[in-house]
């Protein structure tokens, strides 16, 4: 099937610095979810964009969906090192298809 | 929120051995479980789709019969790695989508498996 496209692979960040991560489809699609996994975690749902230009915050992050539904962000404002982990990107009803995900490293 | 465990977190076993591993839902009841296996430093890929009452669905690629998946009840859903080798080392999480909102999915804990 059609995959999702992430980037970036990694980042690594001063803790205080902003990160965003980028999803990106070559097909429009229905929904999109984001979740986050801790190291030697398990995923953890953050939130799902639906809308067309969707905005989405919950705290420091923010989430988007494009205005064609083929993209989305995750945007961190001052991270901080309880952010560490790796962000996946996800699109599908019940049957996910993840998105390679990002993982955030912070110095502290 | 809804809870999904697994069971065991993590096992360790010989090759050629089969190893059986539990997802259950604790406080609500699922019809369908997937089945995800995630290697290191990469994602999480879908295996199979368990559905209560009638036999799973795999992703292509998935051998059924290396992976026995059985949906017993409402609650569990097993997934039984069969003559298990080194390369079926692996995170094998599942997920059950959450009651009442289809789009939500709920994931276990994960169990992480050694095959020597």
């Known amino acids: 099937g059609q995959q999702v496209m992430q980037i970036p692979q990694y980042q690594h960040v001063q803790e205080g610095e902003d990160f965003t991560t980028y999803c990106n489809s070559s097909t429009t699609l229905s929904n999109i979810q984001w979740y986050k996994q801790r190291p030697g975690g398990h995923p953890v749902f953050l939130i799902q964009?639906?809308?067309?230009?969707e905005v989405k915050k919950q705290k420091r992050l923010t989430f988007q969906f494009g205005e064609a539904k083929k993209n989305s962000s995750l945007h961190i404002t001052a991270t901080q090192t309880t952010d560490v982990g790796t962000y996946f990107c996800a699109k599908g009803a019940q049957k996910l298809v993840f998105g390679q995900g990002t993982r955030l490293t912070i110095n502290p | 929120g809804a809870v999904v465990s697994q069971h065991p977190s993590w096992v360790i076993c010989k090759s050629g051995t089969s190893v059986k591993i539990e997802c259950r839902s604790l406080d609500f009841q699922a019809t369908t479980m997937f089945w995800y296996r995630q290697f290191p430093k990469q994602s999480l890929m879908l295996m199979a789709t368990?559905?209560?009452?009638?036999?799973?669905?795999?992703e292509q690629g998935v051998e059924k019969d290396k992976f026995l998946i059985n949906h017993a009840s409402l609650t569990l859903s097993t997934l039984t790695v069969t003559s298990a080798h080194p390369e079926d080392s692996s995170f094998y999480i599942c997920?059950?989508?959450?009651?009442?909102?289809?789009?939500?999915?709920?994931f276990g804990p994960g169990t992480r498996l050694t095959v020597l």
């Open positions: 997920s059950a989508p959450a009651a009442g909102m289809t789009d939500t999915q709920y």
């Open positions: 368990s559905n209560e009452g009638s036999k799973a669905t795999y």
């Open positions: 964009l639906v809308k067309s230009g």
